[in-house]
């Protein structure tokens, strides 16, 4: 999905024209991927636009940035919440994806990076259904990756840094080469841990089933928000490891993310899941979460911050 162009970008303390907002090819962070970055949602509801667990995104920001190395930080929360919130109004934006992240600038070329600034850049753009508009209704395809997730000993899986993410990006291009949605990669054991960009859910028996923190997945915050919502709504939860034939033989499953959502998984390497549609718990968690997220439900665990209309023009 191409990204959609908005009018300014928050860079190093200023606010700059879209094509302005540039970065020096000595950025340590564009040639190690020492960037530690977030995915934000807004949405448009009946009382305005409002961002999804505004806070929690950004404290997960700043855990990012201090595996990093990277603090103190010129930021407080409170700035960059602001800073997040400013950025959706700077655009006239109802709905939209928000992109806040810290990077090592230009200094030293070497792989240390402490002697290289730490910088901060930002911006919001209008991003559709990150797996597609009919993914959300009849749900995707997805396959095993052939590519592993790391483990807890090779790199940090709780933190959302840039150069981690080389490896989603191969699972996210083989699955598409070979005409899946997206990929699932296993650990190093051959156990179940997340999509390119997604972590995973599946209903075996009534029960809604995700792998615990432990299993060197990132701490997803729309992850965390569906296993209020079955809390809500009185189904069983289970964290347990996931095996890769349990994805073969439950009756429901699904992929959370920030860019995902709450998106249906309707076959694995080409086995149905279920009746290869959209199951009934997950319809129920999937309609809660955008009637909340979208102003139809009350908001009664405080996840929305609203954005502030800008005020009008004086008159002259």
Same mark, same amino acid.
């Given at each position: ?40 949602? =807004? ?22 940035? !201090? ?24 655009? %006239? ?7 806040? +992240? ?19 850049? @930002? ?7 990150? @797996? ?29 840094? %840039? ?6 990006? +191969? ?8 005409? +899946?949605?997206?990929?699932?990669? $296993? ?59 349990? $994805? ?17 998984? !309707?076959?694995?390497?080409?086995? =149905?899941?279920? =009746? ?11 309609? !809660? ?6 102003? !139809? ?20």
């Amino acid at each position: 999905m191409s990204i959609q162009r908005s009018e300014t970008i928050f860079l190093n303390g200023e606010w700059k024209p879209w094509d302005s907002a540039t970065v020096h090819v000595a950025a340590h962070g564009l040639h190690y991927g020492s960037c530690a970055f977030e995915g934000i949602r =807004a949405y448009e509801t009946p009382h305005g636009t409002s961002v999804f667990r505004l806070r929690e995104h950004v404290e997960r920001l700043v855990d990012s940035a !201090r595996i990093l190395r990277m603090t103190p930080l010129d930021y407080s929360t409170d700035e960059l919440e602001q800073l997040c919130i400013e950025a959706v109004t700077r655009n %006239g934006l109802d709905s939209c994806y928000i992109r806040p +992240f810290f990077y090592r600038g230009a200094g030293a070329l070497g792989l240390n990076p402490m002697d290289s600034p730490v910088e901060f850049a @930002l911006f919001a753009v209008e991003w559709g259904r990150y @797996l597609g508009a009919e993914a959300i209704e009849q749900g995707v395809d997805v396959a095993i990756s052939s590519w592993r997730r790391f483990s807890p000993s090779t790199a940090s899986p709780l933190g959302k840094i %840039g150069g981690q993410y080389v490896t989603n990006s +191969f699972v996210s291009i083989e699955a598409r080469e070979n005409g +899946f949605a997206e990929g699932i990669m $296993l650990d190093q054991d051959g156990m179940v841990c997340e999509g390119a960009g997604e972590n995973i859910f599946i209903v075996l028996d009534g029960t809604l089933i995700t792998n615990h923190l432990a299993s060197s997945i990132l701490g997803g915050i729309t992850r965390d928000s569906v296993l209020q919502i079955a809390r809500d709504l009185d189904v069983p939860v289970s964290l347990q490891p996931i095996s890769r034939d349990m $994805l073969y033989v439950c009756d429901e499953m699904f992929m959370t993310g920030t860019a995902a959502e709450v998106s249906p998984v !309707r076959s694995v390497d080409r086995i =149905a899941v279920g =009746a290869g549609s959209r199951g009934p718990i997950t319809e129920a968690l999937q309609t !809660r979460f955008f009637d909340t997220v979208e102003g !139809r439900a009350e908001d009664t665990h405080g996840w929305l911050t609203p954005v502030p209309k800008p005020a009008p023009a004086a008159a002259t």
